[in-house]
Structure formats: structure tokens, C-alpha cells
């Protein structure tokens, strides 16, 4: 399941230029089974359930940051066992959120215009948490957000 892509923007002064990915059984090996012309540049095993593959074709680069991590064990805590194959390639807005806040906190990114491409999918993913207005948790109407209130809906 994807979690996070590249901005379309490479020089938008964002963070993330690979794919991240949350996957369930992963076959180390599957690079043999790449398509003609693919290569398998590098592979870094980083964290303990945690794999980035650098892959180039015809001087494309791609990279893939992968999970495989059924019990959240991992540096992010990002539990891989709630996906299950089958579902959508694409996370829904809110686990994405989920992942990017985990991820940018680690990292201690607190850059605006980081927190402002998260920040619209947290109405979703917070939904009924908390007590507050109906569909809103009570915090969202006193937090001003990366953008302020004025800019929520």
C-alpha cells in the first residue's frame, strides 16, 4: 500500500523524494522478478523491519522505501498488519497523515510547509476521537494548524 509519494514538484522544497511503502509478506527477492530493462541499484536495510531499494531504468531512477512491519515494532511504530493485499494500492488521506506526522515528528521536521500537506487529511483521521462538535474533536476548533483557523472548513 502506498503511503506517501513524491511531491509533483521536484523543487517545491518538500520532503520525500521516494515512494514509501507499508507492505504485507515482503519477498525480498522480488527484484529478480523485475520486468526487462529494470535494474536493482541498491538496497539498504535500515531499521529493523525497514528497506529502501534504489531501481533505475533507461536513466530513470525510482526509490521505495518499504515496511514490512506487522507488529509497529519499527522506528515509526507504523503497524503493517492492518493492510491486507487486496486492498487499494493508495492509503486513504488518514493513515497517510498517520504515517507523515509519525515520520515528520521522528525526524523533528517542523518545517509549515510540511504540516500544511498533512494537515488537511487530519479532520478525517481524528473524527469522533475526542468529545467536540459533532465530527470534530474539541481540539480542532482551538489549534491553529499550520495555515490558521480561517483556512479550515
Known sequence: MI??????VADAGLSGLDVDCAVVGLDRRWPLRLADGWRLCQVLHYDLKGW???LERDGQVVCLDTIDDPSGLGRDGFPTARFHPGQDLTAPAEVQAAY???KRVRKGDLRDAEWARIWPAWPSACAGSWSGSPG???WWWSWPGPTGPASRP
Open 3 to 8: 503511503l506517501h509519494t513524491p511531491p509533483e
Open 52 to 54: 529502501y531499494w534504489v
Open 100 to 102: 507523515l506526522t509519525a
Open 136 to 138: 470534530r474533536p474539541a
